[in-house]
């Protein structure tokens, strides 16, 4: 059967309603430009925790004058102190301050040949006829700390003694937003840092018998 659009009695109900849409539908996609797909915002990456890297203070003579005589042996071989750290992050610095007539002994050239640490010698200050080799230690160490602290990217530091004397660097490089750590002989530790650790400005105490 032919249809005219033009005669209304061919028309079943409901057509002259679908051609007039169908009309509509073509004039609109003529007028509308294309749709544009927008793509989905980008999911932004979690960053990777940061690495934790360590620079070491190690004051020998602290160390060595206040481990019991049955520990002795940890200063013959210093894993029990770096294979921990190394386990949490890298080591980037790591020096062992000496007065000058311990230069040549055998831990001394353990620390140095074999793990890396680099002797700072502390020349002995005099005051009177008194040699003071604690003084001349303490402020070597103290200087070369902070300036590491302050203008490297190292995340923790790690005091090896327990001389109430680097309290004030410890505090320094907790403001600097570093994370402390102190490993002290068990006789060798001041009230100072456990106060400190109390107060959240020392991270870690550790004690060696």
Same mark, same amino acid.
């Given at each position: 059967m032919n249809i005219s659009l033009n005669d209304p009695a061919q028309i079943t109900p409901g057509t002259d309603h679908k051609i007039k849409t169908s009309r509509f539908l073509k004039f609109f996609k003529k007028i509308t430009p294309p749709f544009i797909k927008?793509? &989905?915002p980008a999911v932004p990456a979690i960053p990777e925790p940061k690495q934790r890297t360590f &620079?070491?203070?190690?004051?020998?003579?602290?160390?060595?004058?206040?481990? =019991?005589k049955g520990s002795r042996e940890r200063l013959e071989n210093f894993s029990w102190l770096l294979?921990?750290?190394?386990?949490?992050? =890298?080591?980037?610095?790591?020096?062992?301050f000496i007065p000058t007539h311990y230069?040549? !002994? &055998?831990?001394?050239?353990? !620390?140095?040949?074999?793990?890396h640490f680099f002797p700072v010698v502390c020349p002995r200050q005099v005051a009177g006829a008194v040699t003071k080799d604690h003084d001349s230690v303490d402020n070597k160490l103290e200087s !070369?700390?902070?300036?590491?602290?302050?203008?490297?990217?190292?995340?923790?530091i790690v005091i090896i003694s327990g001389d109430a004397d680097f309290s004030g660097l410890a505090t320094f490089a907790h403001w600097q937003q570093k994370k402390v750590r102190v490993i002290s002989a068990l006789r060798a530790l001041s009230g100072r840092f456990i106060e400190m650790h109390r107060t959240g400005t020392v991270d870690t105490v550790k004690l060696i018998e």
């Open positions: 927008r793509k &989905a &620079a070491i203070f190690m004051d020998y003579r602290n160390l060595e004058l206040h481990l =019991k294979d921990p750290i190394l386990q949490e992050g =890298k080591i980037v610095f790591a020096f062992v230069i040549a !002994l &055998a831990p001394i050239m353990q !620390l140095s040949h074999i793990h !070369l700390a902070r300036d590491i602290i302050q203008h490297s990217d190292i995340t923790d």
